[in-house]
């Protein structure tokens, strides 16, 4: 008999791979504007013969209407704890009332005309192929919504095929 030795998945995740609870900046332009939302509800996997990422942005983002409008985004992965002060300013401000890329100091470069943030270490490019909102009826634990929910503020969940992975 074999044996199977128990790993955390934590050990296993490494580079663009990693959605370890840290920040993530998600990434879309309408071909005017460009903006950036910091997250951390997010994976990769593999779905309908893709190579797929998943990603959750709030209804009432202003990245989610430029991610509505193009269908593309990119995921950067920085180091949190040095970016700490933009990753606050890019939570705290809303880029329909300001360019928050350039209050957070944060610089653009584009992939093939998707922008992503320059200071990353590694960022992924994606195509959205699949969205849908997460309401309170599609949940079997009861207590996910009312911890992550109180305010009815649901996400919606963006699966985009995942195009190419750039790492520094």
């Not at 609870?21 to 990434?27: E, F, R, S």
Request: glycine share 10%.
């Amino acid at each position: 008999m074999r044996v199977f030795q128990p790993v955390d998945p934590e050990e296993i995740e490494s580079g663009a791979y990693s959605f370890g609870g840290g920040k993530m900046l998600i990434t879309s332009s309408d071909g005017k504007k460009i903006n950036t939302t910091a997250a951390s509800f997010g994976g990769i996997g593999h779905m309908w013969g893709k190579r797929v990422v998943f990603i959750c942005v709030r209804e009432n983002r202003y990245t989610r209407e430029l991610l509505d409008s193009s269908g593309e985004f990119s995921i950067s992965f920085m180091d949190n704890k040095e970016y700490r002060g933009a990753m606050k300013y890019l939570e705290m401000v809303s880029g329909k009332d300001e360019d928050k890329l350039k209050g957070a100091r944060l610089n653009i470069c584009y992939h093939e005309g998707i922008p992503f943030i320059e200071e990353s270490s590694n960022v992924l490019i994606c195509k959205v192929i699949y969205k849908n909102i997460i309401d309170k009826d599609g949940f079997v634990d009861d207590s996910i919504p009312k911890e992550f929910y109180k305010d009815g503020n649901y996400h919606i969940i963006y699966v985009g095929e995942l195009m190419k992975v750039l790492i520094r």
